[in-house]
């Protein structure tokens, strides 16, 4: 099994890095209510996998059948849509594009921004529909929203410490010394 960023949390102050744009910092608690998120997602919309992911491309939680899957290259392709796809609504003057759907002949992809923190991807076949996964997307859109509004308050309210100021100039000096 492959390691992947939902489920590798590396704790740090009860931190957890996310590459998602706002917050630079996922809280355990959140990260794991997004993961769960995923989850009910995944099997309300009878979806074969969920993944969020930081519109950087870096995967921040994910659900269903993603064993098989590269997670890391799908997140990081995703991204490039969304970010292709920007450029596409600029030059046409709209405000983003909030959703796409590809059909293949297998599987199907649905992908909607959150809050314009993250992207939201659902791989879908034929046991599911398109109307049952917006349906679904758009409630659990919402919840995320509020949990990285939750995030946001939270890390500014917490003031951590630069690792920085723990530095001494006795360590900078013993750093060069033989």
């Known amino acids: ?37 995923c989850a009910r997602l995944a099997r309300d919309a009878n979806a074969k996998a969920v993944l969020l992911i930081g519109r950087d491309g870096q995967p921040i939680a994910d659900a269903g059948d993603v064993d098989e899957l590269d997670v890391t290259s799908l997140s990081s392709l995703t991204a ?7 450029g596409i609504s600029k030059i046409l003057r709209e405000k983003d594009f ?11 992809i649905h992908i909607t921004l959150v809050g314009g923190r993250a ?37 500014a309210s917490k003031s951590q410490p630069s690792i920085l ?4 100039d006795s360590d900078i000096d013993n750093l060069f010394n033989d």
């Open 80 to 86: 490039g849509n969304v970010a292709a796809t920007g």
């Open 98 to 108: 909030s959703s796409q759907f590809h059909e293949g002949e297998k599987t199907n």
């Open 1 to 37: 099994m492959k390691p992947r960023f939902a489920n590798d949390i590396r704790e740090h102050s009860g931190l957890v890095r996310s590459a998602m744009s706002g917050p630079d910092v996922m809280f355990p608690e959140e990260q794991q209510q997004m993961s769960l998120v």
């Open 165 to 168: 100021t723990e530095i001494t």
């Open 119 to 155: 992207i939201l991807l659902v791989l879908f076949d034929e046991r599911s529909s398109l109307g049952l996964v917006r349906l679904r997307v758009r409630k659990s859109s919402d919840e995320m929203v509020r949990l990285f509004d939750q995030v946001a308050k939270k890390a």
